[in-house]
């Protein structure tokens, strides 16, 4: 597609349920990351995927927190037993190395309520 | 590790000038990027020093300094639509993740 894709763009969920999220990157970007923003905060690192490399998951807050991303194209981040401090927007971002370096391109976000 | 610090809020006029600062300190250095980032929107690129000096793009131009670990962000000529967060990120190598500062948050008032 033109640009990161992100599914659902809004979850509400109960605590105690799991929820999976979707990033579907720009064509051709090795490089994946998950963020975290709470309500006026700023980008919280949760994981990164680079091509073949094992990924960098030292921004998962908890064990209820994982990742997989297949090959170099769809990413799914699934937290486990929810609680009401997951509730954020969940942003991904995917890059290729370039002249600009690691330039990321974010998708939308998906906004996770958890109730 | 990297630490990464820029004022939380600021407050401009319209029509005027403002600095945005960020410093950082890492153990590796290949590059820092600014980003935009309005409401309830996805930050969008801005710009991205890897070599010391200045680099003007309209109105907005992005300093670095990589032996002071400094990098500024100067928007001339306000308009309120610059109202939005800016975010500093600063990138170690090419197989560790890029790093956000937590954002500074700007009003641009009449």
């Known amino acids: 597609g033109a640009g990161v894709s992100q599914s659902p763009s809004n979850k509400v969920t109960e605590k105690g349920k799991d929820v999976e999220l979707r990033c579907d990157p720009i064509?051709?970007?090795?490089?994946l990351y998950w963020y975290r923003q709470r309500l006026g905060q700023g980008l919280e690192f949760l994981i990164y995927?680079?091509?073949?490399?094992?990924?960098?998951k030292s921004g998962l807050p908890s064990d209820r927190f994982s990742a997989e991303r297949t090959g170099e194209s769809v990413s799914t981040l699934t937290i486990q037993r929810t609680q009401q401090e997951d509730s954020a927007v969940y942003l991904c971002?995917?890059?290729?190395?370039?002249?600009?370096?690691?330039?990321?391109?974010f998708g939308s976000g998906t906004q996770l309520s958890v109730l | 590790g990297q630490n990464i610090d820029q004022p939380t809020e600021m407050t401009a006029t319209e029509g005027a000038i403002v600095q945005i600062n960020c410093t950082y300190q890492?153990?590796?250095?290949?590059?820092l990027f600014w980003y935009q980032q309005h409401a309830g929107e996805a930050p969008t690129f801005l710009s991205y020093?890897?070599?010391?000096g200045l680099e003007e793009k309209g109105r907005f131009s992005s300093f670095l300094s990589r032996s002071k670990g400094y990098s500024y962000l100067l928007l001339k000529e306000l308009q309120m639509k610059d109202s939005a967060s800016y975010l500093c990120?600063?990138?170690?190598?090419?197989?560790?993740?890029?790093?956000f500062g937590k954002g500074t948050r700007l009003s641009v008032i009449a």
């Open positions: 990120a600063v990138w170690n190598s090419g197989n560790t993740p890029l790093v």
């Open positions: 971002a995917s890059s290729s190395l370039g002249e600009q370096g690691e330039k990321l391109f």
């Open positions: 064509s051709g970007h090795t490089a």
């Open positions: 890492t153990s590796g250095f290949n590059g």
């Open positions: 020093n890897v070599l010391d």
């Open positions: 995927f680079q091509g073949n490399s094992a990924p960098d």
